[in-house]
């Protein structure tokens, strides 16, 4: 199962993301072909006859407009996740086999603070480059239905993304020990 029916794109609002992290375009693009691959999801992502997926890289003060306008939280976050698919299609064409539509459909949007996430990894010991990835992965989970509300779906989801990970080489990053 491949991606390649996903047309990715990837806007660069902070222009600090291409000093910190030149290859994050590539970085998406392989985390992406690893949530199709590990997940039953990817299955029936891989059948859609066209996919879009977009990715924002902006800074905190960006970020911090979109999570006070859709969360309530006046704070930076390190990503947002906004879904275009409604639960209720999600489960038709991921969990239902509802026949799929021959229209372009997108799975949303993902958006990452550059200030946050490089933060957060300095403060964690991991490397930029796995805590972006483990981001990802997590914002495209999101994109398809998982979500951490409850301890029994934060553990699916954690579950989930630490075996993702694991086929890029990223160790556990729920696992304080881990760099």
Same mark, same amino acid.
């Given at each position: 199962m491949t991606a390649d029916n996903?047309?990715?794109?990837?806007?660069?609002?902070?222009t600090g993301w291409d000093e910190e992290l030149p290859g994050a375009g590539d970085l998406v693009q392989?985390?992406?072909?690893?949530?199709v691959a590990g997940t039953a999801e990817g299955k029936v992502l891989a059948e859609f006859p066209h996919l879009e997926l977009s990715i924002l890289l902006?800074?905190?003060k960006s970020i911090q407009v979109l999570n006070r306008e859709y969360r309530g939280k006046d704070k930076a976050t390190n990503v947002l996740s906004f879904?275009?698919?409604s639960d209720e299609e999600i489960e038709?064409?991921?969990?239902?086999?509802?026949?799929?539509?021959?229209?372009?459909?997108?799975?949303?949007d993902i958006i990452l603070a550059l200030?946050?996430?490089?933060?957060?990894? $300095?403060?964690?010991?991991?490397s930029l480059e796995n805590h972006f990835c483990h981001?990802?992965?997590?914002? $495209?989970?999101?994109?398809?239905?998982?979500d951490h509300q409850n301890d029994a779906d934060a553990e699916e989801m954690e579950?989930?993304?630490?075996? $993702?990970?694991g086929t890029l080489g990223i160790d556990d990053p729920y696992d304080e020990m881990s760099t």
């Open positions: 996903i047309q990715l794109d990837i806007n660069l609002e902070e392989r985390c992406l072909q690893k949530v902006t800074g905190d879904p275009a698919l038709d064409y991921f969990h239902r086999g509802a026949i799929l539509p021959d229209y372009p459909v997108s799975l949303g200030e946050t996430v490089k933060s957060e990894a $300095i403060s964690s010991g991991k981001l990802v992965v997590h914002g $495209i989970l999101h994109l398809l239905g998982y579950g989930l993304e630490k075996a $993702i990970l």
